[in-house]
T-cell receptor
Framework: GENVEQHPSTLSVQEGDSAVIKCTYSDSASNYFPWYKQELGKGPQLIIDIRSNVGEKKDQRIAVTLNKTAKHFSLHITETQPEDSAVYFCAALKAAGNKLTFGGGTRVLVKP | NAGVTQTPKFRILKIGQSMTLQCTQDMNHNYMYWYRQDPGMGLKLIYYSVGAGITDKGEVPNGYNVSRSTTEDFPLRLELAAPSQTSVYFC??????????FGAGTRLSVL
């Protein structure tokens, strides 16, 4: 089955700096890669996603890049703000299925 | 729009007790899921359903049961609670574009 590795497990950045989280996946049949943000005491919420026919996608301060050949994808947060502090999860989905495989999560702390 | 609603938010069980975690969604999604999240860990899939009357096991189904009698509801049953089932449980439903919407979670302690 699919295996998704996520790094780092914790990330501390100064407000205004950039944060980068990286994920690798094992199944080349995966074609959908969402990123979820989980704030304390809440359920995960989708913040951005990318499909395998696209190499990069941006939404204001966040962007995701995908390298299908290397089977890895990354989340980039620019100009970090304290409200970006949360746990972020990457995930992968195979074309024929509807079960997401999640990475282990990255706890991001933005220091003011 | 309520989205995915889970009840209760918190529960403490004694070892051996049973309970049902409720989940309902109002988005008419066919796909629904149950995950557990242990402290500091990622999400593990317990069971999922592709539509009313159809359920299947996920990664960690032992000790749990589910049913899906309607599109809206997907309850998770714990029959004989064990300390290893102490966790936060999340229900989710999925849109046709594979976007999963999560509930706020049920925090369960088994003592």
């Amino acid at each position: 089955g699919e295996n998704v590795e996520q790094h780092p497990s914790t990330l501390s950045v100064q407000e205004g700096d950039s944060a980068v989280i990286k994920c690798t996946y094992s199944d080349s049949a995966s074609n959908y890669f969402p990123w979820y943000k989980q704030e304390l005491g809440k359920g995960p919420q989708l913040i951005i996603d990318i499909r395998s026919n696209v190499g990069e996608k941006k939404d204001q301060r966040i962007a995701v890049t995908l390298n299908k050949t290397a089977k890895h994808f990354s989340l980039h947060i620019t100009e970090t703000q304290p409200e970006d502090s949360a746990v972020y999860f990457c995930a992968a989905l195979k074309a024929a299925g509807n079960k997401l495989t999640f990475g282990g999560g990255t706890r991001v702390l933005v220091k003011p | 729009n309520a989205g995915v609603t889970q009840t209760p938010k918190f529960r403490i069980l004694k070892i051996g007790q049973s309970m049902t975690l409720q989940c309902t969604q109002d988005m008419n999604h066919n796909y629904m899921y149950w995950y557990r999240q242990d402290p500091g860990m990622g999400l593990k899939l317990i069971y999922y359903s592709v539509g009313a009357g159809i359920t299947d096991k996920g990664e960690v189904p032992n000790g749990y049961n589910v049913s899906r009698s309607t599109t809206e509801d997907f309850p998770l049953r714990l029959e004989l609670a064990a300390p290893s089932q102490t966790s936060v449980y999340f229900c989710a439903s999925s849109s046709p574009k594979n976007i999963q919407y999560f509930g706020a979670g049920t925090r369960l302690s088994v003592l």
